[in-house]
């Protein structure tokens, strides 16, 4: 199995998802009340909208900045790597519903959404923890990284599994404050990737 | 027609394909009762979501170890390989037909969608046949496998044309019992690939 | 602009044409009667969507046989292939409408319905035309084909201009033996590709 | 990060937004009065396709021409290029948006439509023109280009950011006004791209 190939796959899945995101945002012609009053009731898809793409568009930077570590696609690399894609896949789909529910106003509808939301988020990040995991398991075995690089590395990129559970807590008080978290999350990771600091080959290598 | 856009194009509609899987999830605000009942009433969406998104991942794993023997990208071979993309392609309809049969609950209505699930994955195995056997046919063509190894390589390969239909005459008494054979049989496929054991080049290549 | 970017985006939008073709097949298990009786009453979106998908699936194979041939990305090469994308996108649309059109049953409708069926792939045919004329034309200033080669390969590679409106002549009459006769030029055009002889070194050649 | 993760990711999302245009054209069987009847009613949404087609299949066009004078794939490179996708994303929400409004016919309702319809294309050419200035920026700094240089290109190239509040403006009078200028405001930049003149290597140069 060759990276380029399984990059190639992964990019198309990504690409795809958060296009999808676009399919929550529609109105209805046929309903009463005039195209504003429906623009301003669904405010919470627009909101949700942005900050899923913010979303979205991180992993797929921090996917780049992992797999360009990989020296061997194995097979429990390709499994991590598919569970990673269809927790990701499922955004578009939390991604609605919360908007939906937020639209609703129920309380409850919303802290069940809050939770499917940030546990699609929480299965991502524990995914790409393992994906990492594994990946940096083969650096150490081909000498690359010795073990306490990998510890440190390993609970630097697996903050996600504690913060995203933390932020989904949040949700259950605050919706709007979870979403705010979760956009503030992914440009904190974009513009400080974990693994890839300003003096780290990852981002800023010169291009032939 | 260089291998590389034929590996392309196919990475492109699968990875669409299994994307879509997630319109097949979807809540609706307005019908009553609550977003919980809604999600606890849609629990096969779910679980068939989880399962087609295994089975379509690890087709493309094994496409990919398929493809990559490809010598020589000849007309008959682009005719399979679109045959097999064709019915891949259906697997969000036959997923979402599943699972709206087993929300729905009556049990002719489960036993069609069941083979239309299994017949589509069906479909799929006999196209991959025909693929590697073009495949495996210019290999023998170019000296590099015997017609013996090419039989045994066959029959490893076209076992899916048997375990498919098999699957699907168990899916007629349970189709969650056909649910989780698909899975489990992808994830074997996934960890013990045909064709493509450890000590075999297909996986676990090192990367330059 | 590099060919391989050109490939790409082409690739891409193809790839998700033919895999919205999909979204045409659903069950809507609210409905009376049965998912039998419903999947009875589709039977034009299953026809239709088997020779959409050859349709375009063979577009694709024309379209790489064609732009293989580029040497020097203008702008009204990225013209024509725009406008040939934007023809093919339009299939999802036309078919939907064709298997409504059928499934409704009303003469009229389904007149309507086939002369956009066919004036969609006409409209691919036309676009195809230019953008080979195009290439050709490049092929003659660089020296590399004379002008009587460039005539006779227009006029195999045009036939299309004038298949495509007499398919869609023959459609008025009967829409089954329109989809039949598309099905039919597709799977010509995929084994004797216009311009890919057995010969030519379109197709069949070595990989690296 | 490398340039070609870029381009593949970023060619992923623009085909999917440009292909899911297609799905705002559809007709319901159901509803009484012919096929012709639907589609006549419907003519906007053909005109918006063919219009919005053109817009997205000319950011592609640029988004190329931009991105290959990229040097190095920085953090804030990534994060102007991810705002540009969000916007170029919406485009087959708002462009929906713009043909439910004109099919419908409540002027207000159109004159919202036609805000967010060229509040997107605006969106996107602020976003555009700073992923400009930052990787003009990287020129200056490697010395490939001089300050009044970058000056001139990015008055050339930022002109967008005037055109498109101007064309809502004028859409604000006249929503087809509008549709004809984004229309040939994009065959404008198609033929004569800014940066990109008929002497400039972007366009025109040999494939090996």
Excluded at 34 to 59: D, K, T
Excluded at 78 to 96: E, H, I, S, Y
Excluded at 142 to 149: E, Q, T, V, Y
């Amino acid at each position: 199995m060759s990276k380029t190939r399984l990059e190639a796959f992964s990019d198309g899945v990504l690409a795809v998802a958060i296009t999808l995101l676009v399919l929550d945002l529609h109105v209805d012609p046929g309903r009463p009340g005039g195209l504003f009053a429906q623009l301003a009731a669904e405010w919470p898809s627009f909101v949700a909208y942005v900050v899923s793409f913010l979303v979205i568009g991180v992993i797929w930077v921090n996917h780049h900045a992992v797999v360009r570590l990989v020296e061997v696609v194995d097979r429990l690399l390709l499994f991590w790597n598919l569970m990673l894609l269809m927790f990701v896949t499922t955004l578009p789909f939390t991604t609605a519903t919360l908007s939906a529910a937020l639209a609703g106003g129920d309380p409850g509808d919303i802290r069940l959404a809050v939770v499917l939301y940030g546990g699609a988020m929480t299965g991502v990040a524990i995914a790409f923890t393992l994906l990492h995991g594994r990946i940096t398991a083969q650096e150490v075995a081909s000498g690359r990284l010795d073990a306490a690089g990998r510890r440190r590395s390993l609970i630097r990129f697996g903050a996600g599994t504690v913060l995203y559970p933390a932020m989904t807590a949040i949700g259950l008080v605050s919706a709007p404050a979870m979403l705010a978290l979760a956009a503030a999350l992914s440009l904190y990771y974009l513009f400080n990737q974990t693994g890839a600091r300003e003096d780290d080959p990852a981002l800023g290598e010169k291009q032939p």
